[in-house]
């Protein structure tokens, strides 16, 4: 078995190339899950969509309560035992991984059984269900500690590989499922794709590290204790941030209506979710290189800067664009009873706009192992964001959701800001600031031009706008990598 090259300080290329991979795969996944959503919708109706969702709900939340939050803790310690070259101390604790996730699945099992008694307790329907779903999590849960894994081992192409066709895989496992049993096929294909993605994962992994576990081994478990103290906050966090989410939902449907929070609902989908695929590179490639180097602050803060500035370059156009083709993409993929989102999404765009900035410096925390840092800062945001939410849906009514949005995601900046300076020495540099000045300014014109021109005008002038955005980030990719450049070299070639 050949071991992987030693680590070295990741080139702005590097990040880039792994960003927009990543982010490719990401938006391929999107793309087969709206097919998928569309067949369900056809074969299934809307009482199996909402089925399914429920089912998926629960496994998320026993996923969520039983997994000890062991993924994020692996990636974490392998990159760093990665950058040190220890493969002996790899291979152990890779054996104490796949242990604990063993018996997480246990776990996690046997909380499915207690989840259906106290669900039949208030006779919710479709209870008893509920411990099907056994399967479905298990397999979850020792795909996450695989999935890990790979991630700290820095086998990136390897897990882009595995997204992509997992998500393959679970278009055509499901679309059969429902065709040929309907409603009762909703489990036993939720439970055949997640051992299908495992089996997925196994199968890259174990050529890597034969599968080894010692589930008696008091030992064992005894040296997995401190992937909970990193984990559980970590688990904890986000719990708090799901619950923030249920009160502000809660909130819309009382003092609202439910086409409020269906709106609701579509623009944060549209605005977080779809264009929040240039971060699925941060779990994947950035975090792992960040906790290699979690004990430098100089290469912490060339590794942070370099991930800022990637994230702007490529997603400041996107945001243009995307405000600017609000009204035609609502029409795409829903219809025009959606249209009344359009001023929610275009307020809201200064939300994904500073995540930019704050997810990657949040990520340090996690780095280092000071999980308890990083859920106390997620809590504060959190308890702010839904503050800043209520308050201007109050004035402002739906426009008023993405201007808190906006608010909260500039209030994480500064929070994270000031206080990893001051903890972990994080600067900013003057490269990375200029640049996400540069590109702010070009988005606060496009978001007044969409909020105040006539249709045509809009177009016009976000067009405008949405080229000038790109130029620059092409100057940028021209002065800080050689990305541009070797494209220009295969465009020719293949002109030949």
Partial sequence: MSEPAKHQDASLDHVLKYTGVFGGVQGINILIGIIRNKLASKLLGAAGIGLMGFYISVSDFVNSCSNFGIPISTVQHISELFEEDDFARIRSFIKIVRTWCLWSAL????ICVAAMFGLSLFEVNHARDVVLLAPMVACTILTGGEISILKGLRRLKRVASISLLGAVLIFCLTVPFFWALGLQGIILSLDCCAAATLAVHLAFTLPLYPWRV?????EVFRKGLPLLRVGIPYVLTGIAGAGMAVVLQTFLKEHSSETTLGYYRVGYTIMVTYAGVIFT???????????????DS???NITINRQIRACMILLSPMLIALIVMMPIILRVLYTEEFLPAVEMTVCAVFYMFFRCISVPVAYTALAR???????????IYDIFSLSAIILCYLQWHLAGIGIGLSLSALF???LVGIC????????????TLRLTLQQMMLLGLSVAVCLLLPPLWKYVAGFILLTLSTAYSVVVLQRESDIVRRFSQKIRSWRR
């Fill in 298 to 300: 100089d290469r912490c």
């Fill in 107 to 110: 776990f996690a099992c046997l």
């Fill in 412 to 414: 994480d900046v500064l």
């Fill in 281 to 295: 590179a941060l779990e994947s490639d950035y975090f792992p290189r960040l906790s290699s180097v979690n004990h």
């Fill in 214 to 218: 010692a589930p008696t081994s008091i």
């Fill in 420 to 431: 990893y300076h001051r903890r972990y020495h994080f600067l900013i540099e003057h490269s």
């Fill in 369 to 379: 192992g000071e999980s308890k840092v990083y859920m106390a800062m997620e809590i």
